[in-house]
C-alpha cells in the first residue's frame, strides 16, 4: 500500500524560505535522499513517486497556496483510492519551538489554515501530522511571522533540522508511528542523531 507524503507550503520563490514552507523543505530533502523527482504537475501540485524504507511513496507539493491545499490533497488520495489513513502531512508548528518536531495523529488544524482546508476538504482530521517548531514571534502578528524567512541563528540549524526530519519518516515507515512518536516527539533536531 503507498504512502501519500504532503509537504505544506507557499508556491514561488517569494515564499521559498519561509517558516511557512518548512513542509516543502522537508519534502524537498525526503525526495532528494529517496531518489524521487517531484517535478510532475498532478493533482494542483508537483507530484513525485518512487520507494523508500521498503514503502511505496507518493510525494506531493501543493501549489494551490496554503489556504487551498486540501483540494490537491484530496484530489491526490481520491486519484490512487487511499484513505486519510495512508496521509502524512507536514507542516510549520508556532506552537512547537523552533528545533522541535512532533508527530501527531489527528487532530484539529489549531489556526493552522493548511490543516484547515485539509479537515474540510476530507470531512476530518484523521491523519498523520509532522510538525516541524518555527515558534512564535516575540512581537506582531503571527500570520505575518510565518511568511518570513528564518533568521540568520535558525539558518545554522536548519539542515540539521531537516536531515533529522526524514530520518524521523524514515523510522515512521520502518517502525510506524507508536514506536517513532515515543522516540522521536519534542526532541531538538538540531542536535544530530
Known sequence: MAKLIVGLGNPGPKYQGTRHNAGFMVL??????????????????????GSFQGERLLLLKPQTFMNLS????????????LAPSDLVVIHDDLDIPFGRVKLKDGGGHGGHNGLRSLMQELGGGQFVRVRIGVGRPVHGDAADYVLTNFSHEEQNGLDRLLDGVVSLLAMLMREGLPKTMSLCNNRDFREGP
Open 28 to 49: 524537498d530533502c525526503l525526495a532528494r535522499e529517496a531518489g524521487i523527482q517531484i517535478t510532475r504537475k498532478a493533482f494542483g501540485g508537483f507530484y513525485g513517486e
Open 70 to 81: 486540501g483540494r490537491s490533497v484530496s484530489a491526490a488520495l481520491r486519484f490512487h483510492k
